[in-house]
């Protein structure tokens, strides 16, 4: 069945450093790639999303690539605050045939002040 | 806006006994979304509706798992019945326009535990 991988699933970075989370998914159809940060007992949080005609896009500190040949996409937080500290997840979506959403396994971030 | 609204945010209940979590999607929104959430199989989309409508139940896990939506305000996820398997945290979101390109706003989640 179609998947989503996501690196890594742990990441520890020193506040004011840059952190990258990556995914790669296996559903060529699929063009809608959303960001999702959970804090610990908290609902995810939409916190920037990318849609297959574009190869980027920023938001602030945050930003996201795409390569569709690769089928890969990654999410860049620069300058990072003990705050960013949660489990963020990728997904990758499709509307061809009807709605599908496929999530990473979560990449749990500890930014240390 | 209070936001997509969920209950009971936690239920806890014995093997064999019926479910039902409810969920309130923000007002306009067309596309409602159960998603499950365990630690064994991180988020899943359960079923979706637009308009009201099932559109997607491939997600659900088994018969005893079915959902409703008899109003655009008013969604519910019924588990007939419970197995202590079942115990995770299941979101509701909702999201308007064409849904899959439109921002999904998630509940607060209901955390169900089977014993």
């Known amino acids: 069945g179609e998947n989503v991988e996501q690196h890594p699933s742990t990441l520890s970075v020193q506040e004011g450093d840059s952190a990258v989370i990556k995914c790669t998914y296996s559903d060529s159809a699929s063009n809608y790639f959303p960001w999702y940060k959970q804090e610990l007992g908290k609902r995810p949080q939409l916190i920037i999303d990318?849609?297959?005609?574009?190869g980027e896009k920023k938001d602030q500190r945050i930003a996201v690539t795409l390569n569709k040949t690769a089928k890969h996409f990654s999410l860049h937080i620069t300058e990072t605050q003990p705050e960013d500290s949660a489990v963020y997840f990728c997904?990758?979506?499709?509307?061809?045939?009807?709605?599908?959403?496929?999530f990473g396994a979560g990449t749990r971030l500890f930014v240390k002040a | 806006d209070a936001g997509v609204i969920q209950s009971p945010r936690h239920e806890v209940t014995e093997m064999g006994q019926e479910v039902t979590l409810r969920c309130k999607p923000i007002?306009?929104?067309?596309?409602l979304f159960w998603y499950r959430q365990t630690m064994m199989r991180g988020l899943e989309l359960l079923i979706y509706f637009n308009n009201n409508v099932p559109i997607d139940d491939s997600g659900m896990p088994e018969d005893r798992f079915s959902a409703k939506m008899p109003n655009a305000s008013f969604s519910t996820l019924k588990i007939q019945p419970s197995e202590p398997r079942d115990s995770a945290v299941y979101f509701c979101?909702?999201?308007?326009?064409?849904?899959?390109?439109?921002?999904?706003?998630f509940g607060p989640g209901t955390r169900l535990t089977v014993l």
């Open positions: 990318i849609r297959s005609n574009v």
């Open positions: 997904a990758a979506s499709r509307w061809a045939g009807g709605f599908k959403t496929i």
């Open positions: 007002s306009g929104h067309d596309y």
């Open positions: 979101a909702s999201s308007s326009g064409t849904g899959g390109t439109d921002t999904q706003y």
